[in-house]
């Protein structure tokens, strides 16, 4: 999620990236990567690029890259994604391609659950939802998907070859929570279909950082606000990934040291309105915070304040979804 603090609404790349490794995404085959692997496609960052960096099989490149084609037929990478979801919309970047980026590219995708196989992958039933489009060099192309169901994975096909810097597969996560039937789950996480819909500020970092899987292994992997001069505080909102009751809230201020927020608080709203569920509540720097939440009611969103800016490594909403 980019600055500024009012991104326009509906505004896709704002979604998370669902394709992201950082969220268990994997481009589990290509075509061909001869020139440069195809699990460049979805790392995090912005594409790197440094002239003459010449190896044993030509330019290094920061994206994936098939050789020059002499046969009939077109490139392809199959991705898995992190999670599950809708996607509203997809950016083919090229960047620092030039000369060598593919002349079109089409996106597919396809809903397969359980563990299947590439083999399994590519007999799967494949609906385009980018239609075959002209691609320039050095470019973010930015697609809006209209396709309102719910995918698994995602198939990039690179007319009829070339180098595609970075797949962003932006959208809202819809995973199958069948498997905690009768458990209790982290109802914040990305992985379970939490989703932070709202916040104050992310200029420094996004805040879809605070309900990644795992831990920030530094700053800028969890969500980081600028330094505020109005009085105000900064928030976050997270939709749940259902209605659910939350038993234990955790608050991560790791790598946050000398710009932890000194206080949080939390917020639910739910089908019975709003509630307070933890109290303005001292944070230390640099720290795992777990708290007990009592008796509270069911709710649907949750609003994470902190006071008065800095930013949270991570948030868990531990509890159980109501039937
Ligand atoms: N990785 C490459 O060297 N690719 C290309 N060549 C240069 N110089 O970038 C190409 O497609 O021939």
């Not at 669902?18 to 912005?46: C, H, W």
């Not at 597969?169 to 039937?181: A, C």
Request: with cysteine; glycine share 10%; hydrophobic share 35%.
């Amino acid at each position: 999620m980019n600055p500024p603090a009012n991104p326009p609404e509906n505004a896709f790349t704002d979604l998370p990236d669902l394709a992201l490794r950082a969220y268990g995404g994997a481009v589990v085959a290509a075509s061909d990567e001869s020139f440069a692997e195809k699990e460049n496609l979805i790392r995090p960052g912005r594409p790197s690029f440094r002239p003459h960096t010449f190896g044993a099989r030509g330019q290094v490149y920061d994206g994936w890259e098939t050789r020059r084609r002499r046969e009939p037929g077109h490139d392809w990478a199959l991705v898995r994604l992190g999670v599950p979801g809708t996607v509203r919309g997809v950016v083919v970047d090229t960047a620092h391609f030039t000369g060598n980026h593919p002349a079109c590219a089409s996106v597919e995708a396809a809903a397969v659950d359980g563990y299947p196989a590439a083999g399994e992958l590519r007999a799967a039933e494949w609906t385009e939802i980018v239609p075959r489009s002209p691609l320039r060099g050095d470019a973010e192309h930015v697609f809006e998907v209209a396709d309102g169901r719910r995918y698994t994975h995602v198939r990039l096909n690179a007319f009829p070859d070339g180098g595609v810097a970075r797949l962003r597969v932006h959208g809202e996560p819809r995973p199958d929570l069948s498997i905690h039937e009768g458990l209790s789950l982290d109802l914040a996480a990305l992985e379970n279909g939490g989703l932070v819909t709202a916040c104050s500020d992310a200029f420094y970092s996004s805040p879809h950082n605070v309900v990644a899987p795992g831990l920030a292994r530094h700053q800028a992997e969890g969500w980081e606000t600028t330094r505020r001069r109005d009085g105000g505080n900064d928030w976050l909102v997270i939709r749940l990934a259902g209605a659910g009751i939350v038993k234990l809230a955790e608050i991560d201020t790791t790598n946050l040291v000398f710009n932890a927020p000194g206080w949080a608080s939390l917020t639910g709203t739910g089908p019975d309105g709003e509630t307070a569920l933890l109290p303005r509540t001292r944070l230390l720097p640099d720290t795992r915070h777990r708290f007990r939440i009592e008796d509270g009611p069911a709710v649907t969103h949750v609003r994470v304040d902190i006071y008065p800016d800095g930013g949270l490594a991570r948030v868990r909403l531990h509890g159980v979804l109501d039937r």
